[in-house]
């Protein structure tokens, strides 16, 4: 194989990871074509609307190129920055629950950033550079990484639910004549008219 043919090879694998890999919640570039972009409730996009300043202010802080992006964007479509706004609108709000979580996410789209301004500058080169591709594959075994820790996470957070449910449904059935008793008791009540 020649270093051309590999260096190809790296760059489609480069391009094709964040599609073919991205970890669950928020996608780092989803599809084109995804319920993501059906049009929100009019209610919804009032609520967008109101809280711009304050969703451009945050992401300006937290990702600046995605806030570079993001005001391109607004100049050339508007309904496309819109779904994206609403995208940082969910981002922010899962940041006060989950802050960890956001800053893994934000992890992951800075590495993106920079595989993609590396592949750019391999591309545009007239002869490869083997140090450009060391870096782009360390980026891309960190990002890989990142996405697997992720996913991991997933994982614990669903046990933990299924765990969860487990312990009801047992507390459930240990106490079922109870619980058969009291929803019997409330259908039979009368409704009390204020």
């Known amino acids: 194989m020649t270093l051309r043919t590999t260096l190809m090879t790296a760059?489609?694998?480069c391009t094709?990871?964040?599609?073919?890999?991205?970890p669950p919640g928020l996608a780092p570039r989803p599809p084109r074509s995804t319920t993501a972009d059906a049009p929100a409730p009019p209610e919804r996009l009032d609520e967008i609307r109101e809280r711009e300043a304050e969703l451009l202010a945050?992401?300006?802080?937290?990702?600046?190129a995605a806030s570079d992006r993001l005001q391109r964007l607004q100049k050339v479509d508007q309904p496309r920055y819109?779904?994206?706004l609403m995208r940082v609108a969910r981002m922010m709000d899962r940041a006060e629950s989950?802050?960890?979580?956001?800053e893994r996410?934000?992890?992951m789209r800075r590495l993106e950033d920079q595989i993609d301004q590396e592949i750019r500058l391999i591309k545009?080169?007239?002869d490869i550079d083997r140090e450009a591709l060391a870096r782009v594959k360390e980026l891309v075994n960190e990002l890989f990484e990142a996405r697997q820790t992720e996913r991991r996470a997933s994982i614990e957070m669903l046990e933990a639910k299924i765990e969860s449910l487990r312990i009801e449904i047992e507390n459930r059935d240990n106490d079922r004549k109870q619980v058969v008793d009291e929803y019997i008791d409330q259908k039979l009540a009368k409704p009390v008219d204020l």
């Not at 094709?16 to 991205?22: I, Q, S, T």
């Not at 945050?58 to 600046?64: A, G």
């Not at 989950?98 to 956001?102: F, G, S, W």
Request: no cysteine; charged share 20%; glycine share 4%.
């Open 58 to 64: 945050w992401i300006k802080e937290n990702d600046p």
């Open 82 to 84: 819109m779904i994206h």
């Open 16 to 22: 094709a990871l964040p599609a073919l890999a991205g």
């Open 98 to 102: 989950d802050p960890e979580l956001v």
């Open 105 to 107: 996410q934000l992890r």
């Open 124 to 126: 545009s080169a007239a």
């Open 11 to 13: 760059v489609m694998l």
